[in-house]
T-cell receptor
Framework: NAGVMQNPRHLVRRRGQEARLRCSPMKGHSHVYWYRQLPEEGLKFMVYLQKENIIDESGMPKERFSAEFPKEGPSILRIQQVVRGDSAAYFC???????????????FGPGTRLTVL | AQTVTQSQPEMSVQEAETVTLSCTYDTSENNYYLFWYKQPPSRQMILVIRQEAYKQQNATENRFSVNFQKAAKSFSLKISDSQLGDTAMYFCAFITNTGNQFYFGTGTSLTVIP
């Protein structure tokens, strides 16, 4: 059973360009979470999605950032008009069940490292 | 507010020795789960050990064990017989029973010295 997959692993963008980060959850998982790790910091929650629904986007910046998890295909985190401060590692995690809490274990992908020049 | 504090940015230990990484947290919830994750240079997040807050018995996983003090909101990780492969960033984290997101500390960079 393949784990959570993210691509690309590394992404370089110039200021003002768009970045698209993809996450394919583990097989059978219908819940996806995005986290951002700034340099020298821990992971910070951004958004939680189920298929075709955003459940919690309390950690998402209000502008330029959006996320989707369509019925078919991977979840996409989109950053428009990137700035240098967006440079970070972006991690996706997925889980199986609807039950909240730690026993609803989240499995992390390898992350995408975004560098904005 | 939900917070996690790791007060040791860097630590080192001699191979085969024992090291303890500290973590304190704050939450008003009574039911939650605590975790230690390892992040090697590959940046993959690897689950090391987890603890249910309602359990008094400290979790153990081979060379890894925790000292969970609920009243003090402390959750330290002990690594016994340290190995070179243990060199990594270690993150303490928790998730509440009613929440969907993990709260992470800022990490401790552990170096195992041969």
């Amino acid at each position: 059973n393949a784990g959570v997959m993210q691509n690309p692993r590394h992404l370089v963008r110039r200021r003002g360009q768009e970045a698209r980060l993809r996450c394919s959850p583990m097989k059978g998982h219908s819940h996806v979470y995005w986290y951002r790790q700034l340099p020298e910091e821990g992971l910070k929650f951004m958004v939680y999605l189920q298929k075709e629904n955003i459940i919690d986007e309390s950690g998402m910046p209000k502008e330029r950032f959006s996320a989707e998890f369509p019925k078919e295909g991977p979840s996409i985190l989109r950053i428009q008009q990137v700035v240098r401060g967006d440079s970070a590692a972006y991690f996706c995690a997925s889980s199986l069940t609807l039950v909240t809490g730690g026993m609803n274990e989240q499995f992390f992908g390898p992350g995408t490292r975004l560098t904005v020049l | 507010a939900q917070t996690v504090t790791q007060s040791q940015p860097e630590m080192s230990v001699q191979e085969a020795e024992t090291v303890t990484l500290s973590c304190t947290y704050d939450t008003s919830e009574n039911n939650y789960y605590l975790f230690w994750y390892k992040q090697p240079p590959s940046r993959q997040m690897i689950l090391v050990i987890r603890q249910e807050a309602y359990k008094q018995q400290n979790a153990t996983e081979n060379r890894f064990s925790v000292n969970f003090q609920k009243a003090a909101k402390s959750f330290s990780l002990k690594i016994s017989d340290s190995q070179l492969g243990d060199t990594a960033m270690y993150f303490c984290a928790f998730i509440t029973n009613t929440g969907n997101q993990f709260y992470f500390g800022t990490g401790t960079s552990l170096t195992v010295i041969p």
